[in-house]
């Protein structure tokens, strides 16, 4: 069976050349290899195929034959990785927290221990006619939460 830590460093080897970094990887007792990969910027397609050629050119498929696949972390992912966060500071996600309550808003800030999502809603306060917008952060601890995933918005 391939060693998930041989793939693991034939990937970054390909990563740091781009500032990338692993999101996911397994590998099935059947040998199938998948990759989930990422980075500070866009992945392109050819990145992931230099990732790709990395790892195949550098096994062989005479000693043990495998199936490979290697693809960038979609926006409709869940997060899954700190520089995920880093990334996405200024866009609008959706978190779903353990109890299944769903908060939206924007990104403020992330770090190794939380991060923080700012969210606004109208309501109407005390004495005035008209609703006003009213802003609220919310910080959570990455282990309070099930997931974290950009909102696609096309305006």
């Known amino acids: 069976m391939i060693e998930e830590k041989n793939i693991r460093e034939l990937a970054e080897e390909r990563l740091a ?4 970094f692993i999101v996911e990887l397994t ?3 059947a040998n199938h290899i998948k990759l989930l990969i990422d980075a500070d910027h866009s992945v392109s ?7 790709s050629r990395n790892i195949e050119h550098n096994l062989d498929r005479e000693v043990e034959d495998f199936s490979l696949e ?20 200024g866009r609008e996600v959706k978190v779903l927290d353990l ?40 910080t959570f601890k990455y282990a309070e939460i099930k997931q974290t995933k950009v909102i696609l918005s096309f305006k």
């Not at 050349?17 to 990338?20: E, P, V």
């Not at 397609?45 to 990732?51: D, F, P, R, T, Y």
């Not at 939380?114 to 109208?122: E, G, H, I, Q, T």
């Open 17 to 20: 050349t781009f500032d990338g």
């Open 27 to 29: 590998v099935s007792a």
């Open 45 to 51: 397609i050819s990145e992931c195929m230099s990732v």
């Open 70 to 89: 290697v693809s960038s972390a979609g926006l409709d992912q869940p997060f899954k990785h700190l520089r995920q966060y880093v990334k996405n500071i």
């Open 99 to 138: 109890n299944d309550n769903k908060y939206e808003g924007v990104l403020s800030s992330a770090d190794e221990n939380s991060f923080s999502v700012l969210s606004k809603r109208k309501e109407r306060i005390e004495g005035r006619k008209a609703k006003q917008w009213v802003e609220e952060l919310h």
